[in-house]
């Protein structure tokens, strides 16, 4: 009986002993440790690079026509100012065909590179440019006229010009001729700007807005030139 009950008490302490334990225990779970960086707050965006060209055009000067008949003044006068302009201290003197030069003082002498056309200024005539031209037709002299005639004298004073005349003398012309006005260039001088090509000596007259188109063929008038009936003792003539 005695042993009973000792087998007894040593089961409950047991018993009691392994439940004593199981209520002290506590488990924690193990957490694995991140292995990523931690996130930026900030993202970075790439970088665009604008390029900017810049394209330059050039403009080829407009090659105005030449002038033909009836053209007006101001289309005239704009092709002659397209001329190449040439140093008119270059044409202040005459040379004679024995090579003795005259000086000219502030007049000029000039001629076209064919020879055919001689220009020059004077003090007898101011303000006109008198020309030599070797006209394939020259007008006829007039009927009931006396003296030397020359066919192919032009004078032009702007308001007039006159083609033909009377004279005894070569007037401004026996000191020879001018240097050549090479194709293409302008000369300017006075009320006077002149432009030769080799369809012709073009030459305008800034103060009547006139201008003229000497060559072999024939004289050719613009802006207020008209054809008139010559004056006594010339061929033909132009007014304004």
């Known amino acids: ?25 506590t488990v924690s779970p193990t957490v694995p440790s991140s292995s990523q960086p931690p996130s930026s707050s900030s993202t970075s965006k790439p970088t665009t690079t604008t390029t900017t060209t810049t394209t330059t055009t050039t403009t080829a000067p407009v090659e ?48 076209t590179p064919s020879g055919k056309t001689r220009c020059m200024t004077d003090n007898i005539q101011p303000g006109t440019l008198s020309c030599l031209v070797n006209l394939t037709n ?49 000369l300017s001088f006075g009320d006077f700007s002149c432009r030769s090509e080799t369809s012709g000596l073009f030459c305008a007259n800034t103060k009547a807005k006139s201008a003229i188109r000497i060559s072999d063929a024939g004289i050719e008038p613009f802006g207020c030139l008209q054809e008139a009936t010559p004056s006594e003792g010339n061929g033909r003539e132009f007014s304004c």
């Open 138 to 186: 020259p007008p006829k002299r007039p009927a009931g006229t006396e003296g030397n005639w020359v066919g192919g004298w032009t004078d032009f004073s702007g308001r007039q010009v006159t083609v033909g005349g009377l004279h005894g003398d070569p007037g401004p012309f026996q000191s020879g001729d001018g240097n050549p006005l090479d194709y293409g260039g302008r």
């Open 64 to 111: 105005l026509p030449e002038p033909v008949a009836g053209a007006p003044y101001d289309a005239v006068a704009q092709w002659i100012s397209k001329g190449a302009p040439v140093d008119v201290t270059n044409f202040h003197a005459a040379t004679s065909q024995d090579g003795q030069k005259t000086d000219l003082g502030d007049n000029v002498a000039f001629k």
């Open 1 to 25: 009986m005695r042993a009973l009950l000792l087998g007894g008490l040593t089961l409950l302490g047991a018993m009691l002993l392994v439940t004593g334990c199981s209520k002290g225990a």
